[in-house]
């Protein structure tokens, strides 16, 4: 990734930094007591994902300050890890509203925190966009089996936001990657599809209350996941993340 593609990153989330989204309180606010049920569980679980990347995306920032890497991208992510803030603090304020508890660390957050806190920055970003790209496809699930319209909104703002991670992640990934054999790049691509392939199942059976009402079997989640996975992380993709991206034009 050249500079000027950090450049517009940096742009991109310093302006979601200075204009943070809100979910406005306008449209229907009613969570019915079958829908809290059925929901509870799985946005409790999402909403401690999110307070967890945040921290840990403001651990791997200050380690870029601390190595002199590359300053844009220590600040890079920093903004990240404030967005993935933000996100936590939507979904609990929506929880505190609908009387949902928030959740406590469970062994699969340990798993993940103990990965996370260990690895270097690219595993570290492999284990990210894989909690993100499965995040993606459970914020959609959990839109479509609620008729609470403020919720329906909050899961887009955060689909529209992830996507934008994912975005980076990927490009940036392909960067780490430049330079190696390809049979390692090969190997390495291949344990993170098991890796990713083996959480989704995982997160099939922490969120399969409410994957069920949205039509989903534990094969059809993960089969949506490795779709997911496949346009953003798989060989194609890999291809044109590896094109700088274009400069945007200068308006007068």
Known sequence: MVSGDLQIWLN????HAEHPRRVLHGGRDVLWPHERRRIASSIATLQLGEESAGRRLERAAQRCAHENRIALLARILELLAREEQRHAQLLETFMADHRIPIKRAGWTD?????VRGRAGLELYLYVLTSAELIGIVCYRALESVTGCRRLQLLCRTLVADELAHVGFESQLLVTLRVGRAAPIRALIRWAHWVFFASTALVVWL??????????????SFVRACLAQYAFYLGPA????????????????
């Open 12 to 15: 991109h989330f310093e302006y």
């Open 110 to 114: 340990w798993v993940f925190r103990r």
């Open 206 to 219: 922490t969120h399969r209350a409410a994957l069920r009402h949205a039509r989903y079997s534990g094969r």
């Open 237 to 252: 993709s890999a291809a044109l993340a590896s094109i700088p991206l274009a400069r945007p034009t200068p308006t007068k």
